[in-house]
């Protein structure tokens, strides 16, 4: 059973930046990323990294404004928001799988509490 916390969330103006963090446990971790979700809009893949290798994924509307990396805690990660706008503004998931990629949220079955983002303009 994987459990999952994330923090970092907040209010901030367009145009600021925020730094999201993920925590994992409970099973054998390859790789981690994550999913966001506004009030009546479906989940929207954002960012993947690999454990073991260099490789990333991003959903085309982050791309140059956000950066997944791996912190030095095992099984931890970082999501870095810059130039944030207004249409980021959703509750953020993190998430953990066995393969990198752009991923689907209906292929996960457990999720933690997410960490609100707001960003006003």
């Known amino acids: 059973q994987v459990h999952l916390v994330e923090s970092g969330g907040g209010l901030v103006q367009a145009g600021g930046s925020l730094r999201l963090t993920c925590a994992a446990s409970g099973r054998t971790i390859y790789a981690m990323g994550w999913f966001r979700q506004a009030p009546g809009k479906e989940s929207e893949f954002v960012a993947s990294?690999?454990?073991?290798?260099?490789?990333?994924y991003y959903g085309d509307s982050v791309k140059g404004r956000f950066t997944i990396s791996r912190a030095d805690t095992l099984n931890t990660v970082y999501l870095q928001m810059n130039n944030l706008k207004p249409e980021d503004s959703a509750v953020y998931y993190c998430?953990?799988?066995?393969?990198?990629?752009?991923?689907?949220?209906?292929?996960?079955?457990?999720w933690g509490q997410g960490t609100q983002v707001t960003v006003s303009s």
């Open positions: 998430n953990v799988a066995d393969v990198v990629g752009m991923w689907a949220a209906d292929d996960f079955h457990s």
């Open positions: 990294i690999s454990w073991y290798d260099p490789s990333k």
